[in-house]
């Protein structure tokens, strides 16, 4: 299912495959294996001669609807799930490199996934360079001979900076390297990298698209050629695969996905103008408002400015501390992307295990708290928020 069908239908209707049953909705197989008719079909499935499932490591027909569906909806040939966001990213990286290749890497990236590059990949003789998000020459200049991909998070966590995709990916495709964008801030409903020229999309499906905190997930969209070599040989192989369990509540997540991100975006915007009047604040990071420096490249880049909002409070760490201490009913938890309201504290937090330079590089400084802006009322969140900062 793909042409005649919008948006909102794909992520209602595609990757439905009814079995004998004729189920309305979409059926959960918990199963480890799949049963073979004779010897000869086990051995022609195992030899690749005939297709058909043959265990859950490789694939489940749940996970495949959920590959399908969401591959579909990023306007991608094909998907690969996996058991969590940074299994996706860790997947991607031991799909595509080999030691003594290089990445160039955006230095505003989840904490987890600079761990990844800086402690484990160099490890096994692949080398990173960080460079500022936005700095088109900065990705330019770090290209050496044996580069072999860029990755970066646009907007970035948590201060919501961008590039522009199409400009980055041209110099991609000049340098013939990959470009990999995680896109778990915007999801597709806010933001297409494939169609912008990125050649692979990561998803943390843990954050909008279950959006309701209860499973881990990830995802990785390209095209056949580029997924199907190297990275699903290591899922397949390593088996960091997604369960069907897990499968089956993210793919029913991707079916209100675009009423839950453009309300909580819309609701983020009108947060973020809110603190940007406050007399506590001194900063206010949302790529919704015209005061972002790059709010031009927003309005063409994405449908809406996302749902989380960061915002730095006079009184560095202490005073951040205190409004997260104040508040009554937004959690304090470092996920993001629920129906809750949540707030967090990355510099102590989700970035706390970077160094301090690369934190303050990052524009991560003490006073910076992150909200990311769930579906309960406004006003009790700005009532919540005011507890601390008035
Ligand atoms: C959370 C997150 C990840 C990692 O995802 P997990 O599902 O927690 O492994 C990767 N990228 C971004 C931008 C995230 O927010």
Redesign the pocket.
Known sequence: MTQPYDLDTLAIRSGIHRTEFNEHAEALFLTSSYVFDNAQQAADRFQNKEPGYIYSRFTNPTVNAFQERLAVMEGGEYAIATA????A?LTTMMGLLKAGDHIVVSQS??G??VQLFTNILSRFGIESTFVPLSDIDGWKRAIQSNTKLFYL?TPS?PTMELVDIQALAEVSKNAQVYLVV?N??CTPILQQPLSLGADIVIH????YIDGQGRV???AIVGSKALLKEGIYSFLRTAGPSLSAFNAWILLKGLETLKLRVEAQSQAALSLAQWLSEHPNVIRVHHPGLVSHPQFELAQRQQTHGGAVVSFEVKGGQEKAWRVIDSTQLISITGN?GDTKTTITHPATTTHGRISEESRVKAGITDGLIRVSVGLESLNDIKTDLSRGLD
């Open positions: 969590s966001g940074m299994a990213i990236i989840f987890a996934a998070e966590n995680d778990c801030f943390s499906a843990t954050k881990l997930g990830g993001l």
